[in-house]
């Protein structure tokens, strides 16, 4: 089955730049998707279609993708930015969504 | 404003099955797709199933193996799931999930935009 691979944890510190990685063979050709999720919440879309922006969402959040990797930027990292993010796209037919494993992100 | 009202979770023996329900409002229902993604104990997101607007076409993760069905009642604005055989390791928090969808020149895309708060399903016993 098609699998979206992130590293599990990453630690900066305020005003630092986080870059959060998701790979995935179908990604040269799919869309990635970011989700933030804060503790005892339900996830909220980030970025969509690799790179847009959802209205909202603080311009120091940024996606890009190249090759087989997206990545989740955010410049200046705030301590309300400290969540889970997860990477969502589907596999080359389209039938199958997956999320990557979540990468916990500490501001601090 | 949006909501999304999930029930139906519990405690189930392994080998069990159940039905979850979420109750949809403050859009129009039968134009969206639906989806179910679940989250296990301190553990990551995983999608589930999805059915489309009119509730003819549906999706599944390949490692439910049969084991969920999926469905929809345009009628009264709800969605279900139906698992049997569950397991251990189906205990979860699931979320009903409206997923939006969208398609360029090239590939059709969903995505989740709004999100019940869940329903606790906890196989044991």
């Known amino acids: 089955s098609y699998e979206l691979t992130q590293p599990p944890s990453m630690s900066v510190s305020p005003g630092q730049t986080a870059r959060i990685t998701c790979s995935g063979d179908a990604l040269p050709k799919k869309y990635a998707y970011w989700y933030q999720q804060k503790s005892g919440q339900a996830p909220a879309l980030v970025i969509y279609?690799?790179?847009k922006r959802l209205s909202g969402i603080p311009e120091r959040f940024s996606g890009s993708s190249s090759g087989a990797v997206a990545t989740l930027t955010i410049s200046g990292a705030q301590v309300e930015d400290e969540a889970d993010y997860y990477c969502?796209?589907?596999?080359?037919?389209?039938?199958?969504?997956?999320f990557g494993g979540g990468t916990k992100l500490t501001v601090l | 404003e949006v909501q999304l009202l999930e029930s139906g979770g519990g405690l189930v023996q392994p080998g069990g099955s159940l039905r979850l329900s979420c109750e949809a409002s403050g859009f129009t229902f039968s134009s969206y797709a639906m989806s179910w993604v679940r989250q296990a104990p301190g553990k990551g997101l995983e999608w589930v199933s999805g059915?489309?607007?009119?509730?003819?076409?549906?999706y599944y993760a390949d490692s439910l193996k049969g084991r969920f069905t999926i469905s929809r009642d345009n009628s009264k604005n709800m969605l279900y799931l139906q698992m049997s055989s569950l397991r251990a390791d189906d205990t979860a928090l699931y979320y009903c999930a409206s997923w939006k969808k969208y398609c360029t020149s090239i590939n059709c895309y969903f995505y989740f935009d709004y999100w019940g708060q869940g329903t606790l399903v906890t196989v044991s016993s």
């Open positions: 059915i489309s607007g009119s509730g003819d076409t549906t």
């Open positions: 279609e690799d790179s």
């Open positions: 969502y796209s589907t596999d080359r037919s389209g039938n199958q969504w997956v």
